[in-house]
């Protein structure tokens, strides 16, 4: 089966016929929109990554400054927007590891790299390697690389000898509605990340959900809260909260 070349004019055949109508010049002027989109997100991605781990790194300047990591963590919920305790040591986890590690930065999708904080050396020139040959590999296959971790370094097996700080984040996704509604109080995660663990998304997204995919996810949890109006309704403040942070992303 013979493939049509990335930026080719011609037209991909059984993919619609969204080309007729549209003469050469049009159809070259939409080449250019398609790579300029492409570079634009490309672009984004990876600014989000040196973002993330510049933040990562200015949270180990900081904690420089304190003795223990309490004063720590009330000057930062004080004077930052970073309200988790758990997403403030992952930041300065993935800063510590990879803050000066181009390869990565630049290869790869931020949530690749999030896969290999406990990741062996080996399975990081694995990575590599897959940079060098313009084939950079997805979280899927750096998760089943990484053995024994998840998302973000949850671990499955219990054999590591190191617990990642944001362990709890990722373990409440996964209960029901009402424990995960308990737990967000309970360990007072503030903010969009409280929204988004109520939700059962990612407490760290790469990017926006389409504003339908947001609305099912509602529409879910709404239907599991049944009759329990206290459940409904901050299933609702949280979709509003979400939905008014998607909104503002940019890209």
Same mark, same amino acid.
């Given at each position: ?22 003469? +050469?010049?049009? @159809?070259? %002027? ?5 790579? /300029?989109?492409? $570079?634009? !997100? *490309?672009?984004?991605?990876? =600014? ?39 997403? +403030?040591?992952? @930041?300065? %986890? ?5 803050? /000066?590690?181009? $390869?990565? !930065? *630049?290869?790869?999708?931020? =949530? ?56 709890? !984040? ?82």
């Amino acid at each position: 089966m013979t493939t049509t070349p990335a930026g080719s004019l011609e037209p991909i055949a059984g993919h619609g016929k969204w080309h007729e109508g549209i003469d +050469a010049a049009g @159809l070259k %002027q939409l080449v250019g929109i398609a790579k /300029d989109i492409d $570079k634009t !997100i *490309d672009s984004t991605v990876k =600014s989000v990554a040196r973002g993330k781990i510049r933040v990562g790194k200015l949270l180990l300047e900081a904690r420089q400054f304190f003795h223990v990591d309490k004063e720590f963590g009330t000057w930062r919920k004080e004077n930052t927007m970073i309200q988790s305790k758990q997403h +403030a040591h992952y @930041l300065m %986890q993935v800063a510590k590891r990879f803050g /000066d590690a181009s $390869k990565l !930065i *630049d290869g790869i999708n931020f =949530s690749v790299i999030q896969e290999l904080v406990l990741a062996e050396p080996e399975d990081i020139q694995w990575v590599e390697e897959r940079i060098d040959k313009g084939d950079p590999p997805t979280v899927e296959e750096t998760r089943a690389r990484v053995k024994g971790t998840s998302k973000k370094g949850l671990v499955l097996s219990g054999k590591s000898k190191h617990e990642p700080p944001n362990v709890p !984040i990722n373990s409440l996704v996964q209960l029901n509605l009402a424990h995960r509604v308990d737990h967000v109080l309970e360990q007072g995660i503030k903010g969009i990340e409280g929204h988004y663990v109520i939700l059962g998304m990612d407490p760290d997204p790469q990017c926006p959900s389409h504003p339908d995919t947001l609305m099912a996810i509602r529409t879910q949890w709404l239907e599991e809260a049944g009759d329990d109006d206290n459940l409904a309704h901050v299933v609702d403040t949280s979709y509003s909260a979400v939905y008014k942070e998607f909104s503002n992303w940019k890209g």
